[in-house]
């Protein structure tokens, strides 16, 4: 079946970086963008960006420019977002998600990584 | 950004009830829109895109519907295991950007 399958929790010190994984399978990996959304404690749903598994293409929301890079790699159907110089507002649970396209709805969403930052 | 107001944030209703929550976009996004439910502790499940048409497999008591940039989502006789947080989505434009979330609680 379709899945989205990410690496486990983390807990990271504050200036830290952290890098989550997502695996795809049951369908064709570059036919789908990936998006990753975060979710802090008790609040809403944000949007981070999105890779295009099949040109390695990546936009970010322009709040994350300069804080995370999205990469792929297509041998093992794996997508990555990396989070660089954590802060304690980074503490949340990170979600990748397909999409069929740049900017699309997303159906098929992973189970979520629990990112803590603490000193 | 397109900016998404989500209402109301909460709302209180019984089984049975017709329940409406409502997304205004800051500009046009077409029909581009999307609604998911979120569970405790689990991921968004996508219940409507492009504004009306439903996944397949969500109940039919759930519907979208648009007007200029006003999206409402209904559920026609609420469930019980319809009790959830609904956040809306637009996808008109190069970042996508989520609305604030409506909790559905039991009356």
């Known amino acids: 079946q379709v899945q989205l399958v990410q690496s486990g929790a983390e807990v990271k010190k504050p200036g830290a970086s952290v890098k989550v994984s997502c695996k795809a399978s049951?369908?064709?990996?570059?036919?789908?963008?990936i998006h990753w959304v975060r979710q802090a404690p008790g609040q809403g749903l944000e949007w981070m960006g999105r890779?295009?598994?099949?040109?390695?293409?990546?936009k970010y929301a322009q709040k994350f420019q300069g804080k995370v890079t999205m990469t792929r790699d297509t041998s093992i159907t794996t997508a990555y977002m990396e989070l660089s110089r954590l802060r304690s507002d980074d503490t949340a649970v990170y979600y990748c998600?397909?999409?069929?396209?740049?900017?699309?709805?997303?159906?098929?969403w992973g189970q979520g990584t629990t990112v803590t930052v603490s000193s | 950004d397109i900016q998404m107001t989500q209402s109301p944030s909460t709302l209180s209703a019984s089984v049975g009830d017709r329940v409406t929550i409502t997304c205004r976009a800051s500009?046009?996004?077409?029909?581009?829109l999307a609604w998911y439910q979120q569970k405790p502790g689990k991921a968004p499940k996508l219940l409507i895109y492009?504004?009306?048409s439903l996944i397949s497999g969500v109940p039919s008591r759930f519907s979208g519907t648009e007007s200029g940039t006003e999206f409402t989502l209904t559920i026609s006789s609420l469930q019980p295991d319809d009790f959830a947080t609904y956040y809306c989505?637009?996808?008109?434009?190069?970042?996508?950007?989520f609305g604030g979330g409506t909790k559905v609680e039991i009356k």
């Open positions: 500009q046009s996004i077409s029909s581009w």
């Open positions: 989505q637009q996808y008109g434009s190069s970042s996508v950007t």
């Open positions: 049951g369908y064709t990996f570059t036919g789908y963008y």
């Open positions: 890779v295009n598994p099949n040109s390695g293409d990546r």
């Open positions: 998600a397909r999409g069929p396209d740049s900017s699309s709805s997303m159906d098929v």
């Open positions: 492009k504004a009306s």
